[in-house]
């Protein structure tokens, strides 16, 4: 399997990344802001969606990094340090709001009511597997309701 590497600079961009993150799970201690650096960087624990699945009907998992740039501000919703080894799973990634004279307003959407709002001089997000990827007998679904 290929290891996925992206960028995104417009909303096409980021739904891009967003499809290929859904379902992702991270840990509230693999996120942060480097604030030095103004970059909010995440680890991720990904669901290969691009990939099929093998002869025994394992699908695949990655860990991958996620940053986004330019970040000026962060606020969490329901996200709180007390909890480092909770996990949370990743809806979507979406642009709030855009301004033309520059700067946007990201939101990554977790299920349930967790949510991180990052205010940004423009988007600029990377995405890049790291590690080998390894088996998994679940396959995240979702009701249509």
């Known amino acids: 399997m290929t290891p996925l590497k992206l960028r995104a600079e417009d909303r096409e961009d ?3 990344i967003s499809s290929a993150l859904q379902d992702s799970l991270v840990a509230v201690r693999d996120m942060g802001l480097l604030q030095d650096q103004k970059r909010f ?10 990939a099929p699945p093998d002869a025994e009907g394992h699908y695949w998992r990655t860990h991958c990094a996620l940053a986004f740039d330019l970040v000026n501000r962060v606020s969490m919703r329901d996200i709180g340090r007390r909890f480092d080894d909770r996990l949370i799973s990743l809806l979507a990634i979406e642009l709030e709001s855009s301004s033309p004279a520059g700067g946007s307003v990201l939101l990554l959407r977790f299920a349930g009511k967790p949510a991180i709002r990052l205010e940004v001089d423009r988007i600029l997000c990377h995405l890049e597997d790291v590690g080998e ?11 249509l309701d």
Request: aromatic fraction near 16%.
């Open 41 to 50: 960087a995440l680890v991720l624990n990904r669901f290969c969606w691009e």
């Open 133 to 143: 990827a390894w088996p998994t007998a679940w396959r995240p679904g979702h009701r």
């Open 14 to 16: 980021l739904q891009v």
